[in-house]
């Protein structure tokens, strides 16, 4: 955190308890995307949901805090307008999934809320859609006369990749309606950002760093705001996030957290972040759970492998000799390590980019479009990728390195077994390395009904502080914790509060 702030320029205190710090002046970022294209074919293109979709109406939902609102079964009963019906059924959309069954009315009431469902069962559709017709209802209209855009809504996530999808996904449901939506993140022209952000902005999509910045550059203004989306929530409050989160609502001009709507999604929700998001939240905000709180997706095949420091290479090339020209992620810990093994598998003619923190924002979109387009099959990432992508047809992901954190291993797994197709992965534990993290794997095995291997079992019951721990002991009630006291979650007995390596790979702009 220190190392950030030094790296920041300081600009106005008076004005704000809380300042805004902007990034220093490194090298000029020149970086400018090539132009999305425009063609509805790609605007609507989608992968199919998989055999499992239909499996999602089977899943608990549990809505809790006062007078929730009655659940739709349909789009049509989103009663959407016309133009947003039919961007939602040229996206392949038939029927909505539980969080956005949900999650829909909930937003459409206009009350807050805290929701968590598992990776891959569309979380975004379920805050875009309720936004998106409010502010076509309401006739709003981007405006290119002002040199301060005020945008209705902000949507924060953490890595540039994510805000990006979660930009193009607002732009495909907003797509020949007057609502504009813009992205501005870190790693790319500020002058190409800005230009693009003053043709008018209904709904900015932002990482934390740039976002402020254009705030505390006065290009953005906060008046009219009306929706504040965190999404992968638990991860905008964490302790690399939660400073910026706190700044950006402290802001001159934000609304209050009453007068605003704020919307929190993710897959994982750690107990002491659910207590401080509060903060955030109006008193009366629902907590919407479906399934396990923290659980990972039952879509994946997980297996867990045991390895030696020197044997996990070998594993490796093992495993992608058989998975071929499957695509695979392979997730290490460390930005070296990721170029470490990037170079080895090319070595080895395996077909491969990688994308991770270092690499500059032109490398990271060409190494995910060349992952996309299958050209490259395999893609070594570190944490900077586990949240929220969603890549058509990734079978496999393998942990070559376990992360110390168990929510980042569920986010992770969830690259794969997306909108009800299955996938693949497989881990390599070391137990010289990865016994902290063997309660919680059991854990989260035993909630999607995966197979336990015994020794992982045995390492679970020797592992440090294990009173009272049965692993078999299933725990499927979702938890809002304001409702126990205390927390029961299905995997997350470790905070994600704690500095995880993905805090090395903050997305700070
Ligand atoms: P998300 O969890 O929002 O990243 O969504 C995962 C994938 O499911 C994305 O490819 C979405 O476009 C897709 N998806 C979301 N909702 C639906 C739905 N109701 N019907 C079909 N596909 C969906």
């Known amino acids: 955190k220190e190392k950030q702030i030094s790296a920041c320029r300081y600009v106005g205190w008076i004005t704000n308890p809380y300042p805004v710090f902007l990034p220093s002046r490194g090298p000029k970022v020149t970086y400018v995307p090539p132009p999305l294209p425009e063609d509805e074919d790609t605007i609507f293109a989608h992968y199919a949901s998989g055999i499992n979709f239909n499996k999602y109406d089977d899943i608990l939902v549990d809505v809790s805090g006062l007078n929730p609102p009655q659940a739709i079964y349909t789009f049509k009963e989103a009663c959407l307008c016309e133009s947003l019906e039919r ?61 301060q855009q005020e945008p209705e809504a902000i949507i924060v996530a953490p890595t540039r990749e994510l805000i990006n999808q979660i930009f193009l996904e607002a732009r495909k449901f907003a797509h020949g309606t007057c609502v504009r939506p813009v992205v ?66 402290g802001s001159p001009g934000m609304p209050s957290k009453e007068e605003r709507q704020t919307l929190m999604f993710s897959a994982t929700y750690p107990e002491d972040i659910q207590r401080m998001a509060g903060d955030f939240l109006k008193k009366d ?119 110390n954190n168990i929510d980042d291993y569920v986010h992770r797994i969830g690259r794969t077994g997306r909108c009800g197709n299955t996938g693949q992965a497989v881990s390599f534990y070391d137990p010289e390395q990865d016994n902290q993290l063997a309660r919680s794997l059991v854990k989260i095995l035993c909630s999607a009904q995966q197979e336990v291997p015994s020794w992982l079992e045995q390492s679970a019951l020797g592992a440090h502080g294990t009173s009272g721990f049965n692993p078999v002991g299933r725990v499927f009630a979702s938890t809002d914790s304001r409702k126990t006291g205390g927390f029961q979650s299905g995997g997350s007995d470790q905070s994600s509060a704690a500095p995880s390596a993905a805090a090395d790979e903050e997305e700070w702009e």
């Open 87 to 147: 961007n939602v059924a040229k996206s392949g959309y038939v029927k909505p999934t539980p969080v956005q069954k949900h999650g829909i009315p909930i937003i459409a009431a206009g009350r807050d809320i805290m929701a968590c469902a598992q990776t891959g069962s569309g979380k975004t559709a379920a805050f875009l859609l309720p936004i998106l017709q409010k502010l076509m209802a309401d006739g709003v209209a981007a405006s290119s006369f002002s040199e």
């Open 184 to 249: 501005l993140y870190g790693g790319i022209s500020t002058g190409h950002q800005i230009r693009d952000l003053l043709r008018g902005c209904n709904v900015l999509c932002g990482t934390p760093g740039r976002l402020m910045d254009m705030i505390g550059r006065g290009k953005v203004g906060l008046t009219k705001l009306r929706y504040l989306v965190m999404d992968e929530a638990d991860r905008m409050l964490d302790m690399g996030f939660e400073p910026e989160m706190r700044r950006l609502v």
């Open 285 to 403: 905000y629902l907590f919407l759970a479906v399934g396990v709180v923290g659980g990972a997706c039952s879509d994946v095949e997980q297996k867990l492998v045991q390895v030696t420091k020197f044997s996990k290479r070998d594993q490796l090339l093992d495993i992608l000799k058989n998975t071929g020209t499957e695509r695979t992620m392979v997730f290490v810990e460390t930005k070296r390590q990721a170029d470490f093994i990037a170079a080895f598998l090319c070595q080895e003619n395996v077909a491969t980019t990688s994308i991770h923190g270092d690499r500059e924002q032109r490398e990271r979109e060409q190494a995910l479009g060349d992952f996309r387009s299958g050209k490259c099959p395999v893609l070594v990432a570190t944490s900077v990728a586990a949240r929220g992508l969603d890549i058509k047809d990734v079978q496999h992901v393998v942990n070559f390195d376990l992360p």
